[in-house]
């Protein structure tokens, strides 16, 4: 084939891929649109039986088949789960859509809901100690009881990501969802929060201020993939990704503030039921040891990758398909290393750290 018919033909196919891609974004922006009326103006049991109606549908539609592929690559020692796996991840956001609205909205009260605290280090519940809670894009049904000062009485501050203003179907439903997620945290708190935008210097100077208070505590989701400039990012291996690219904020706040970092993973284990896994503490190293942000940052990241392979459906991120995940080492290996046999469910799906 000429080069010039070539270039024609792949030209139009990345514009069918790109009017393919937003018509599937359009598509979920009237999901996420139809499942928040729904959280306002019906009853719990209504809203939540519509977002698993959601749930169910895409994991009949090409979505779902697409997810199954992802997760039979990537979990291949569980096969009887692949199923289950892939819709639960597929139905996650909008569950979390509709839990955030309810929030935002006053509809939900988590005081009401039962927490267990998994390996809390004594800092948690010290009045008097700052600390940086190192976080992932797990459930942000189950991330919300870190705000409820009910459960969680402290100075917080987060970082969320700048509220996009690209005007695509994409963009429309990422503000439908990061509005009701940031008012649900200012309802959660009472508005005694700080939300930072990760833009510009300005907001490592307020979250440092944060910490300098007795009290304080930074909420941050070191599992964000980086974009920005590549002296600012650190490439490793993560989950199923053979590769991918962090930031090193987290580490580098611990580093500034002289503030200890704890990795927390919250999941839900039933309705109104979360349970949340705590690391052990991490200490700053000293303030002019730069080097210590690189092995930082790994010991954070390979704490929640473990945490993805335990819990996938709970995961609101891609976490990739070039790795598998092994339960019987509870790591994530190559494609082409050999799996034990499989240790019972119950085993797999809750690790423990010494």
Same mark, same amino acid.
């Given at each position: 084939?000429?080069?010039?018919?070539?270039?024609?033909?792949?030209?139009?196919?990345?514009?069918?891929?790109?009017?393919?891609? @937003?018509?599937? /974004?359009?598509?979920?922006?009237?999901?996420?649109?139809?499942?928040?009326?729904?959280?306002?103006?019906?009853?719990?049991?209504?809203?939540?039986?519509?977002?698993?109606? #959601?749930? $169910?549908?895409? *994991?009949?539609?090409?979505?779902?088949?697409?997810?199954?592929?992802?997760?039979?690559?990537?979990?291949?020692?569980?096969?009887?789960?692949?199923?289950?796996?892939?819709?639960?991840?597929?139905?996650?956001?909008?569950?979390?859509?509709?839990?955030?609205?309810?929030? &935002?909205?006053?509809?939900?009260?988590?005081?009401?809901? *039962?927490?267990?605290?998994?390996?809390?280090?004594?800092?948690?519940?010290?009045? /008097?100690?700052?600390?940086?809670?190192?976080?992932?894009?797990?459930?942000?049904?189950?991330? $919300?009881?870190? +705000?409820?000062?009910?459960?969680?009485?402290?100075?917080?501050?987060? #970082? #969320?990501?700048?509220?996009?203003?690209?005007?695509?179907?994409?963009?429309?439903?990422?503000?439908?969802?990061?509005?009701?997620?940031?008012?649900?945290?200012?309802?959660?708190?009472?508005?005694?929060?700080?939300?930072?935008?990760?833009?510009?210097?300005?907001?490592?100077v307020r979250l440092l201020r944060h910490?300098?208070?007795?009290?304080?505590?930074?909420?941050?989701?070191?599992?964000?993939?980086?974009?920005?400039?590549?002296?600012? $990012? +650190?490439?490793?291996?993560?989950?199923?990704?053979?590769?991918?690219?962090?930031?090193?904020?987290?580490?580098?706040?611990?580093?500034?503030?002289?503030?200890?970092?704890?990795?927390? !993973?919250?999941?839900?284990?039933?309705?109104?039921? #979360?349970?949340?896994?705590?690391?052990? !503490?991490? @200490?700053?190293? *000293?303030?002019?040891?730069?080097?210590?942000?690189?092995r930082i940052t790994n010991e954070i990241?390979?704490?929640?990758?473990?945490?993805?392979? &335990?819990?996938?459906?709970? +995961?609101?991120?891609?976490?990739?398909?070039?790795?598998?995940?092994?339960?019987?080492?509870?790591?994530?290996?190559?494609?082409?290393?050999?799996?034990?046999?499989?240790? &019972?469910?119950?085993?797999?799906?809750?690790?423990?750290?010494?």
């Amino acid at each position: 084939m000429p080069s010039g018919m070539q270039s024609v033909r792949g030209g139009g196919l990345k514009r069918a891929h790109h009017v393919l891609a @937003q018509a599937q /974004e359009s598509f979920r922006a009237c999901l996420f649109m139809l499942l928040g009326f729904a959280a306002r103006h019906f009853p719990r049991p209504i809203a939540f039986g519509m977002a698993k109606f #959601v749930r $169910g549908l895409l *994991a009949l539609s090409p979505f779902g088949v697409r997810a199954r592929q992802m997760m039979r690559a990537t979990f291949s020692s569980q096969p009887a789960e692949i199923g289950t796996m892939a819709a639960e991840w597929l139905g996650r956001p909008f569950r979390d859509h509709v839990n955030a609205v309810r929030i &935002a909205t006053r509809r939900e009260d988590m005081r009401e809901w *039962a927490v267990v605290m998994r390996g809390a280090p004594d800092l948690v519940s010290d009045p /008097e100690r700052s600390f940086i809670i190192a976080t992932g894009h797990f459930s942000r049904e189950a991330m $919300g009881v870190l +705000y409820a000062p009910s459960i969680f009485p402290r100075r917080l501050a987060t #970082v #969320v990501a700048p509220m996009t203003q690209a005007k695509t179907p994409q963009g429309f439903r990422v503000r439908l969802q990061m509005r009701e997620i940031r008012q649900g945290i200012m309802v959660a708190r009472g508005g005694d929060v700080d939300i930072a935008d990760v833009a510009g210097k300005g907001f490592l100077v307020r979250l440092l201020r944060h910490l300098r208070e007795p009290g304080g505590a930074v909420i941050i989701a070191t599992d964000a993939a980086w974009h920005g400039e590549k002296d600012g $990012g +650190y490439t490793r291996p993560f989950a199923a990704f053979s590769a991918q690219t962090f930031h090193l904020g987290t580490a580098r706040l611990a580093r500034l503030s002289q503030r200890p970092i704890v990795t927390c !993973v919250p999941f839900l284990d039933g309705d109104r039921n #979360v349970v949340v896994e705590w690391s052990p !503490v991490i @200490q700053p190293p *000293a303030r002019e040891d730069t080097d210590a942000d690189i092995r930082i940052t790994n010991e954070i990241l390979d704490w929640i990758e473990r945490r993805i392979g &335990a819990r996938p459906g709970q +995961y609101v991120e891609s976490f990739g398909h070039d790795r598998r995940w092994s339960p019987t080492a509870k790591c994530w290996i190559s494609r082409d290393a050999q799996l034990a046999p499989t240790p &019972a469910r119950a085993e797999a799906l809750e690790p423990r750290d010494a």
